[in-house]
């Protein structure tokens, strides 16, 4: 930090020419605000920058770290500007962006609608009320960038407070004034810095991913289905499959995907809570930051760029943040291995189903680099490790109770399967058998604590009516009846 109030100093002097004679008379503190001042009210001629080619520094990346700070101090309040995510991710997407032909449209049309009809034998999730479409590349960054903005937010806020907190204990104690006054633009900056990086991570997904949900998250709006033709197209070089098989096969998958988000409402909360319980859990490695704080130029930023882009400002997970990785990704794993399982049967007319499937699957397990780049910057990798597992659990259940109990199980997140039913799903079978056959199925020890404190609760707070004691519903007959409600937890 001292290097950079050097820098900042000479390039005060080196700027202003003649009106120098007068600045040596100031403080550090004082010349560093009038350079803080210039660049942010654009007074400084870009031609002049020319001037720090002399003393090494990049007159580009200066300009750069004068657009930030202008940006920074613009909000007034610190804040991350997500603009920048945006920018960079449409600038990748749309530089090769063919658009949609009438001809792909029409291909891809045909095979929805085809698809549709398939999967109405194969599941009871009623079909969407938005027609399914086909989008560019750019289209899949403006309706997704709200989900990503979502997740990435609380990594964003940890680095920039992180850096904030890390540059003032590098600062002298005579400093530290003008740290406390400049805390808001080096926030913003930092902020800033990770939202270009995830507008690239964005950027370079849309030019691989092949539909909305081919990521696995819902970054769709819950109801949407779409498919890029473009990246389809290049998802089908080599593979030696019939483009036509192979667009009912994606079209059938997309559409299991936007169906079931559709009718699980709350599983597109659950998924985005437990990745965000995720994000707020990561603490930046401060040993990292302070290393890069003592020498670090806020007119070069491309170390810590890189250090982002490398995840080495992220730490080990903590133990919470395992757990709740390890939940996040059984319900993934039972998402693909249900959309698994639907679109098999859907297309089981195809010959080519079976590869499909299996290059789908392959593709899912191996990830992109961009999937990388995204597991770098946020710690979070998105490939459900039991997506098999879960697959031959809801095949399992499906042949032995069929597919209107199955798909019932996704009407409220307590009748979700567990991670213990995908090891084993027996028993899972067993209490569906007896549901089906009318039996209750014995409380266990929590539900019966919970039905217990309900029942004494209520006894406190209703006087029992003159004449008699007034009849109340046991609140564990609830949990017999999936049509009433969720059962108790």
Same mark, same amino acid.
């Given at each position: 930090?001292?290097?950079?109030?050097?820098?900042?100093?000479?390039?005060?002097?080196?700027?202003?020419?003649?009106?120098?004679?007068?600045?040596?008379?100031?403080?550090?503190?004082?010349?560093?605000?009038?350079?803080?001042?210039?660049?942010?009210?654009?007074?400084?001629?870009?031609?002049?920058?020319?001037?720090?080619?002399?003393?090494?520094?990049?007159?580009?990346?200066?300009?750069?770290?004068?657009?930030?700070?202008?940006?920074?101090?613009?909000?007034?309040?610190?804040?991350?500007?997500?603009?920048?995510?945006?920018?960079?991710?449409?600038?990748?997407?749309?530089?090769?962006?063919?658009?949609?032909?009438?001809?792909?449209r029409a291909d891809l049309d045909q095979a929805f609608a085809l698809a549709t009809l398939w999967l109405s034998e194969a599941t009871t999730i009623s079909d969407l009320v938005v027609p399914p479409r086909a989008i560019t590349r750019g289209a899949w960054v403006e309706a997704t960038l709200p989900v990503w903005q979502e997740l990435a937010e609380p990594v964003a806020t /940890?680095?920039?407070?992180? @850096?904030? $907190? #890390?540059?003032?204990? %590098?600062?002298?104690?005579?400093?530290?004034?003008? =740290?406390?006054?400049?805390?808001?633009?080096?926030? /913003?900056?930092?902020?800033? @810095?990770? $939202? #270009?990086?995830?507008? %690239?991570?964005?950027?370079?997904?849309?030019?691989? =991913?092949?539909?909305?949900?081919?990521?696995?998250?819902?970054?769709?709006?819950?109801?949407? $289905?779409?498919?890029?033709? %473009?990246?389809?197209?290049?998802?089908?070089?080599?593979?030696?499959?019939?483009?036509?098989?192979?667009?009912?096969?994606?079209?059938?998958?997309?559409?299991?995907?936007?169906?079931?988000?559709?009718?699980?409402?709350?599983?597109?909360?659950?998924?985005?809570?437990?990745v965000t319980e995720f994000a707020r859990g990561i603490h930046v490695d401060t040993a990292a930051l302070e290393d890069l704080a003592t020498g670090f130029d806020p007119s070069q930023p491309e170390e810590l760029r890189r250090m982002l882009e490398s995840g080495a400002l992220l730490p080990e997970r903590s133990e919470q943040q395992t757990a709740a990785l390890t939940r996040l990704e059984n319900v993934l794993a039972l998402v693909e291995g249900?959309?698994?399982?639907?679109?098999?049967?859907?297309?089981?007319?195809?010959?080519?189903?079976?590869?499909?499937?299996?290059?789908?699957?392959?593709?899912?397990?191996?990830?992109?680099?961009?999937?990388?780049?995204?597991?770098?910057?946020?710690?979070?990798e998105l490939r459900p490790r039991r997506m098999r597992e879960a697959a031959a659990m809801w095949r399992a259940v499906t042949d032995a109770v069929g597919i209107a109990a199955r798909d019932a199980l996704w009407d409220y997140p307590d009748l979700m399967p567990t991670s213990a039913d995908i090891d084993d799903p027996s028993a899972l079978i067993e209490r569906l058998r007896a549901r089906a056959r009318g039996e209750q199925p014995a409380p266990d020890e929590m539900d019966e604590a919970l039905a217990q404190l309900l029942s004494d609760a209520a006894g406190e707070s209703t006087p029992d009516a003159p004449g008699g004691d007034t009849p109340r519903e046991d609140p564990s007959d609830a949990s017999g009846d999936q049509g009433e409600g969720p059962r108790p937890v």
């Open positions: 930090m001292l290097r950079a109030t050097s820098v900042g100093r000479d390039a005060i002097h080196s700027l202003k020419g003649a009106d120098v004679t007068d600045d040596f008379d100031r403080s550090p503190e004082e010349e560093f605000q009038e350079m803080m001042r210039r660049l942010l009210a654009g007074q400084i001629d870009p031609a002049q920058l020319e001037q720090l080619s002399a003393m090494g520094i990049d007159p580009a990346q200066i300009a750069q770290a004068m657009q930030q700070m202008q940006t920074a101090f613009a909000s007034g309040d610190g804040s991350i500007s997500w603009d920048a995510t945006k920018r960079q991710a449409l600038h990748i997407a749309n530089q090769s962006d063919r658009g949609v032909s009438s001809t792909q /940890s680095i920039a407070d992180a @850096l904030t $907190a #890390t540059l003032a204990e %590098q600062m002298p104690e005579d400093m530290q004034s003008m =740290v406390a006054g400049a805390g808001r633009m080096l926030r /913003s900056v930092g902020g800033s @810095l990770f $939202a #270009t990086q995830l507008g %690239q991570v964005v950027g370079q997904l849309s030019l691989t =991913v092949v539909s909305g949900g081919d990521v696995g998250l819902p970054l769709m709006p819950a109801g949407e $289905a779409v498919i890029l033709p %473009q990246n389809f197209a290049d998802f089908g070089q080599g593979l030696e499959i019939p483009e036509d098989q192979l667009a009912l096969s994606v079209a059938a998958r997309e559409l299991a995907h936007a169906r079931l988000f559709r009718h699980a409402r709350w599983l597109h909360l659950d998924v985005i809570a437990q249900w959309v698994d399982v639907v679109t098999a049967d859907a297309t089981s007319r195809l010959p080519s189903a079976d590869r499909v499937a299996e290059v789908v699957r392959r593709r899912r397990a191996v990830g992109g680099p961009a999937e990388k780049a995204l597991a770098s910057l946020v710690g979070l």
